[in-house]
């Protein structure tokens, strides 16, 4: 079992910034993916962003490249989403995900979900 823990959400102004932390603990596997997704109310879990948690590669959605960055600390099983000149349309849940897999941005594919923290961007 892999236990995710998201952190960092919270109410911000448009253009601002927020850092959210995804700690995972339990079976952790150098190898899986670990990926941030959103849902906003009355619309479908959305990939925002993934990251090889071995090999560093990154994959970022289109709209959100140039505005949100995912990072990895090996050290601290940690992933990271820096999320900076928000909007209003990035209010969501976003959950921190987990798995052994190269379809990167699939719900289906991940294994282990955290229970998402609330992101607020008020105009």
């Known amino acids: 079992q892999v236990q995710l823990v998201e952190s960092g959400g919270g109410l911000v102004q448009t253009g601002g910034s927020l850092r959210l932390s995804c700690a995972a603990s339990?079976?952790?596997?150098?190898?899986?993916?670990m990926a941030w997704f959103r849902q906003a109310p009355g619309k479908e879990r959305e990939f925002v962003a993934a990251?090889?948690?071995?090999?560093?590669?990154?994959y970022v959605a289109d709209s959100m490249k140039g505005r949100f960055t995912i990072s990895r600390d090996n050290a601290k099983n940690t992933v990271y989403l820096q999320m900076n000149s928000l909007k209003p349309e990035d209010t969501a849940v976003y959950y921190c995900a987990a798995g052994n897999t190269g379809t990167y941005s699939v719900p289906t594919r991940y294994d282990y979900w955290g229970q998402g923290t609330q992101v607020t961007v008020s105009s």
């Open positions: 990251v090889a948690w071995s090999g560093g590669s990154i």
């Open positions: 339990g079976r952790t596997y150098r190898t899986w993916t």
